[in-house]
């Protein structure tokens, strides 16, 4: 399976999504998966889900929009989780801008830079 992570968006914040990541598995371009950190916890990935809102009831219901076997997703998971790692490691300006190439290519938000 080739894993790319295109994209990491980060958040700076005190709830626990710390940003979004999209990622091409194979061929499949996945946007919008959520990495998440509850307070002093490692990282997690969760994939990407559907959010709605009931018009009269306003009652929010959250469905997954993947499901796959842990073999499978685990990987992406690692991959995103590295992928976040080496972001946050850029903005603090521990990388340098001329790293080896890799698999991971990563694009900041505006806005993170103005709150962050």
């Given at each position: 399976?080739?894993?790319e ?5 980060l958040?700076?914040s005190s709830?626990?999504l ?6 091409i ?5 996945i946007?919008?998966w959520?990495i998440?950190?509850?307070g002093?916890r ?6 990407p889900?559907?959010?709605r809102k009931d018009p009269e ?5 959250i469905?997954?929009l993947i499901q796959?076997p842990?073999e499978?997703l685990k ?11 080496l972001?946050?490691l ?6 340098a ?13 505006e806005e993170?830079?103005?709150n962050?």
């Amino acid at each position: 399976m080739k894993i790319e992570v295109v994209k990491i968006t980060l958040f700076d914040s005190s709830k626990p999504l710390k940003g979004f990541a999209e990622v091409i598995v194979d061929n499949w371009k996945i946007p919008e998966w959520r990495i998440l950190r509850y307070g002093n916890r490692s990282p997690i990935v969760k994939c990407p889900q559907l959010f709605r809102k009931d018009p009269e009831t306003h009652e929010i219901t959250i469905k997954n929009l993947i499901q796959m076997p842990d073999e499978e997703l685990k990987p992406i998971a690692d991959a995103i989780l590295e992928a976040y790692r080496l972001e946050l490691l850029k903005f603090q300006d521990n990388v340098a801008a001329d790293e080896p190439q890799t698999t991971v290519t990563f694009k900041r938000t505006e806005e993170f830079k103005q709150n962050g």
